[in-house]
C-alpha cells in the first residue's frame, strides 16, 4: 500500500524514533544501583554550590547560542544557496563533481564553523575566569584552527561519499549514507586514538609506580585485557581532572588526565581506573557503536526526506555540491535527536561503570567523597535541571552518583 506524500515525513521521524529508543532499550546494561536521595547541602558549600551554578548557567547559555549560530548559517545556506560560490568551486575542480563536493563540503564545515566561533571564544573567556582552562589565547587559537583543519577534511570526505551515492542511488542512497555512517563512526573509535588524539595532546605510557599497580592489579582481578594505559598532559589545557577509555582492537587504551594523578588521593585514583575498566569489561565502545547500526538506517532515510524536500524548494539538483547545505542541515537535526535519545544509554552505561567500580574496588565512602571533589574541581552543577540533564547529560548527575554510593554502603552493612 502506498503511503501519502503528506504522511512519509512524519511516518520517517516517528520510525526514527521508535528504533532509536527500541536501540537504547535492546543494548542497556543491567547492572545498576538504584541512587538513594541525598541533600545537596550535606556535600556541597552554598558557596560551591553557587559557583558552580553561576558557571553553569552561563556555560550553558554560550553553547545554546552556539547551537544558535550554527544552526542559523545552515539554515541560511538552505533558504539562500551559494550559487555563484558553488559554481566557482566546481571551476576550480575542473567540472569533476565529487571534487567539487569535496572542496563545497570543506567550505562549508569552515563557514558553520565560523560561526560558531563567537561562542566559542566566550565559552574560552569564562572558562579561563572561573580557574577551568589554563589555556592562554595564542594556544587555544592554534587548537581552534586544528579543530577546523580535521572538521573540514571530514567534512569534504563525507561530501565526496553523498554525491558518489546520490548519483550511484538516487532514490536509495540513505541506504548507503547508513552504512557509510556506521563504517566512518568504527573506523574513528579504532583509529582517532592513534591519528587525531595526538594532534592535540601528547601521551606517554603510564610509568612503573602505585598508579600502574593499581590498574594491573583491578585488570586482574576482573578479567580484563586492558590494553594500554596513558597518562595525557590535559594541564596544558585545563584544571580539570577526568579519564576516559578509547580505541578498539590494537588502538584500546585507559587515559588519564595528569590532573587526576597529580591532585587526587591513590584510592580515588583507583575508583576512577576501575570505573574506565568497567567500559572496558562491558565492551561499552562497541556498543556505542552497535546503537549506530540500529539507529542509522531509519535516521538516514529521514535525513534523504529532509535533503529532497529543502532542495525541492531551492531547486538545488539532486548529487550536485548545491545540494550539500540541505544534506548538512538535514544530518545536524538527525544527529540531535538521535544525540538526545542515545544520551539515555550513556547515562545507564556509565552508572553500570559506576556499579562496576563500586563491586571491584569497593570503598563507597572514598566514591562518594571523588564524586564530591570531581564535581568542585570541575566546577559541576551537582543537579541539573530536569530538562537539561534529559538533553544533553552523557552520566548520571553528581547527586545520582552520590546517592549509588549511599545505597552501595547501606547494602554493603545489610541495612
Known amino acids: 500500500m502506498a503511503v501519502s506524500p503528506r504522511l ?39 558557596a560551591q554550590l553557587d559557583r558552580a551554578r553561576d558557571y553553569s548557567s552561563d556555560r550553558r547559555l554560550i553553547a ?14 538552505v533558504a539562500r544557496p551559494p ?39 566566550l565559552a574560552h573567556d569564562r572558562a579561563a575566569d572561573v580557574g577551568l582552562s589554563t589555556q592562554s589565547w595564542g594556544p587555544w587559537s592554534v587548537d581552534v584552527l586544528k579543530s577546523s583543519a580535521v572538521g573540514a ?27 557509510a555512517s556506521v563504517a566512518i563512526t568504527a573506523i574513528f573509535v579504532w583509529l582517532a586514538p592513534v591519528v587525531l588524539a595526538p594532534l592535540f595532546n601528547n601521551y606517554k605510557k603510564l610509568p612503573p609506580g602505585q598508579a600502574r599497580s593499581d590498574v594491573v592489579e583491578l585488570a586482574r582481578r576482573a578479567g580484563i585485557d586492558v590494553g594500554q594505559v ?25 587515559v588519564l588526565y595528569d590532573t587526576l594523578l597529580e591532585r587526587f588521593t591513590p584510592e580515588q585514583t583507583r575508583l576512577v581506573v ?18 549506530v547500526v ?32 540541505a544534506l548538512a542541515l538535514a544530518i545536524a537535526l538527525v544527529s540531535f535527536g538521535g ?29 562518594i567523597g571523588l564524586e564530591r571533589r570531581l564535581a568542585i574541581t570541575n566546577v559541576s552543577d551537582p543537579s541539573p535541571p530536569g530538562w537539561v540533564q534529559w538533553v544533553f547529560g552523557t552520566h548520571p548527575t553528581t547527586m545520582q552518583r552520590i546517592g549509588m554510593g549511599l545505597a552501595y554502603e547501606r547494602r554493603a552493612r545489610g541495612d
Not at 527500541?22 to 541533600?39: F, H
Not at 558553520?112 to 561562542?119: I, N, R, S
Not at 563525507?158 to 541506504?175: E, H, K, S
Request: hydrophobic content about 50%; overall charge positive; proline content about 4%.
Open 8 to 46: 512519509k515525513l512524519p511516518i520517517a521521524v516517528l520510525a526514527a524514533i521508535v528504533v532509536a529508543e527500541g536501540a537504547v532499550w535492546l543494548l542497556r546494561p543491567d547492572r545498576t544501583i538504584e541512587p538513594l536521595d541525598a541533600p545537596e547541602s550535606a556535600y556541597f558549600t552554598k
Open 64 to 77: 545554546l547560542l552556539g547551537l544558535a549560530c550554527e544552526g542559523g548559517a545552515l539554515v541560511l545556506l
Open 83 to 121: 550559487r555563484r560560490g558553488i559554481a566557482l568551486l566546481e571551476r576550480a575542480a575542473g567540472g569533476r563533481r565529487l571534487a567539487a563536493g569535496a572542496l563545497a563540503g570543506a567550505g562549508l564545515s569552515l563557514v558553520v564553523q565560523a560561526a560558531g566561533l563567537p561562542a566559542a571564544a
Open 153 to 179: 577534511v571530514l567534512a569534504a570526505g563525507g561530501a565526496a561519499i553523498f554525491l558518489w551515492l546520490t548519483g550511484r542511488y538516487p532514490r536509495r542512497w540513505w541506504i548507503g549514507a547508513a552504512g
Open 230 to 254: 596513558y597518562e595525557v598532559d590535559a594541564s596544558r589545557r585545563t584544571t580539570a581532572a577526568n579519564a576516559y577509555v578509547t580505541g578498539i582492537g590494537h588502538t584500546k587504551r585507559v
Open 274 to 291: 576501575a570505573h574506565e575498566l568497567g567500559h572496558v569489561k562491558h565492551d561499552d565502545l562497541r556498543r556505542g557503536i552497535l546503537w
Open 294 to 325: 540500529v539507529a542509522a538506517p531509519a535516521g538516514m532515510y529521514l535525513a534523504q526526506l529532509l535533503t529532497e524536500r529543502w532542495n525541492r524548494r531551492t531547486g538545488a539538483l539532486p548529487g550536485t555540491a548545491a545540494s550539500l547545505p
Open 339 to 367: 544525540t538526545v535519545i542515545s544520551n539515555q544509554l550513556s547515562r545507564r552505561v556509565e552508572a553500570s561503570a559506576d556499579a562496576f567500580s563500586l563491586d571491584i574496588a569497593g570503598h563507597p565512602r572514598q566514591f
